[in-house]
């Protein structure tokens, strides 16, 4: 419908004022928060409060089967601003800029710009490698406000978690705390602040404005009601923590960091890890309620019917399955990614087929009217909006780079099964059944009987980075 009413448009500029031709014009909000994995009620996780983003969802095309392409912030960041693979991007760390590998491409938030739009970038949107556009609004987080309510609420409400014997980085173990400050103390608040007066500011224009909200990214922290509103007794621990524990002794060394975002000295006990889940959710919910009011905003500015709306995580996060806090890893917990999309025209439904965030961008595009760049190696969701029981893709892959041994893996998944790969094998081979083993319990990559579809899975990974991989 857009490309016939196109040129239409164009010859009512010629007599009729900008504004009229903009109004035709669909916005776009692009809600991105930091390390959130598929821990909303609307993913099935039933002891969080997170009504705003299952509102969304209601009312868009919330995607169960969404990964990213690579579970760090700037390399995944890198990928879907772009449109592209992290082979095609070269970004695999958190301060190398996709500018040197694609010093022209044309950012997803460039694209609009290019095309008239007032464009915004507030809170974490791109990550590290210095300046790479220039956008109308650019505003950045005050990390400094999470940091002092952490430190303090340390001090204030775990005065038993002593600091560590000396050693580099000393500090406390438990990087997780409730505070006692009021939400408006928090940097995701002066985030969706600023977000409120940017779509003030360009309300009476199209616009591309693209929110990065921090938490839940560790430290979890968060006002103390967040804290209370989860009970952790019915909170479900991985195998790791249960009895008898996980038995990890078909783990490629690769696949596991020795490292964790949230427990920085000591692996937790069973009861911290507990701690740390509730700590997790209760940041997840805070994080609720500042995308809320970005959304009641857009609302009480009559923007709401125009715009189109995408909210995801920039990858997923582990929470304690395998003993693993953190993210820079090529499993489930870590790929795995919210993903909704609410537009115009868009009928809310579920969709179980399998996408990616590289599919993002050229998705926006298209139902903003756009042409989608040359460049771009994802492909547009809109089959899958229009219809929520169409097939998604067949495979979709991540990468990684382990952050101790520091060989490259790659992960290619299927509806059914994940096969990961380090150093093209030679590192360890890692192969899931997730409909008999959803958690990733038994590594079948030893199995004879399941070298056939190894071999099929190395082929199709084989021809994926042929075709995404430059000199």
């Known amino acids: 419908m857009y490309h016939i009413l196109c040129p239409v448009l164009f010859l009512l500029a010629l007599s009729a004022p900008l504004f009229a031709v903009d109004k035709a014009r669909t916005n776009v909000l692009f809600i991105i928060v930091d390390d959130l994995t598929t821990t909303l009620s609307c993913y ?8 705003n983003m299952d509102a969304l969802a209601a009312r868009g095309v919330k995607f169960e089967h969404a990964y990213c392409q690579f579970a760090l912030c700037s390399p995944t960041r890198a990928s879907f601003l772009t449109g592209c693979y992290p082979e095609t991007t070269k970004v695999f760390a958190l301060n190398k800029s996709f500018r040197e590998a694609l010093p022209n491409v044309v950012t997803m938030p460039e694209l609009f710009q290019k095309a008239g739009y007032a464009t915004g970038s507030i809170g974490k949107v791109f990550h590290g490698g210095g300046p790479v556009t220039k956008l109308d609004v650019q505003i950045g987080a005050a990390l400094n406000l999470d940091s002092e309510s952490f430190e303090e609420a340390k001090a204030a409400n775990d005065p038993s978690d002593k600091p560590r014997p000396k050693t580099k980085g000393e ?3 438990r990087t997780y705390a409730a505070s006692s400050r009021p939400p408006s103390d928090f940097t995701d608040y002066k985030i969706a602040s600023d977000a409120i007066a940017t779509l003030d500011q360009f309300k009476s224009k199209p616009f591309f404005l693209a929110v990065g909200f921090i938490r839940p990214h560790s430290p979890y922290v968060a006002p103390k009601p967040f804290f209370i509103s989860i009970d952790k007794t019915k909170l479900t621990l ?3 923590y249960r009895q008898g524990g996980e038995d990890m002794q078909w783990m490629p ?3 596991l960091r020795p490292n964790n975002n949230c427990f920085r000295y000591a692996n937790p006990t069973a009861d911290e890890a507990r701690d740390a889940m509730q700590a997790y959710l209760a940041s997840t919910a805070f994080v609720d309620t500042q995308v809320g009011r970005v959304l009641t905003a857009l609302k009480e500015l009559q923007l709401d019917k125009n715009t189109i709306l995408v909210l995801t995580g920039d990858h997923g996060y582990q929470l304690g399955d395998h003993g693993l806090w953190a993210k820079q890893t090529l499993f489930e917990g870590a790929t795995h990614v919210p993903l909704i999309i609410a537009a115009p025209g868009v009928k809310p439904g579920v969709c179980a087929g399998l ?9 926006v595009a298209a139902l903003a009217g756009l042409k989608t760049p040359k460049t771009i190696q994802g492909r547009t969701l809109q089959p899958l909006l229009k ?6 893709k067949q495979i979709v892959f991540s990468t990684m780079v382990s952050t101790h041994t520091q060989l490259i893996g790659h992960s290619v998944r299927t509806d059914r099964f994940r096969y990961i790969e380090w150093d093209e094998g ?10 008999t083993d959803p958690e990733e319990l038994h590594n079948l990559a030893n199995k004879p009987m399941q070298a056939e579809r190894i071999a099929r899975m190395k082929s199709r990974l084989a021809a994926h980075l042929k075709a995404v991989t430059f000199p």
Do not use: C
Request: zero cysteines.
């Open 44 to 51: 099935g996780e039933p002891e969080v409060r997170t009504p």
């Open 171 to 173: 500090g406390f173990n």
């Open 238 to 240: 991985p195998p790791f």
């Open 253 to 255: 060394k690769a696949a």
């Open 355 to 363: 996408v990616e965030q590289v599919d993002i961008y050229p998705t």
């Open 387 to 392: 219809d929520t029981m169409a097939k998604g």
């Open 426 to 435: 030679r590192g360890g081979q890692q192969l899931y059944d997730y409909e």
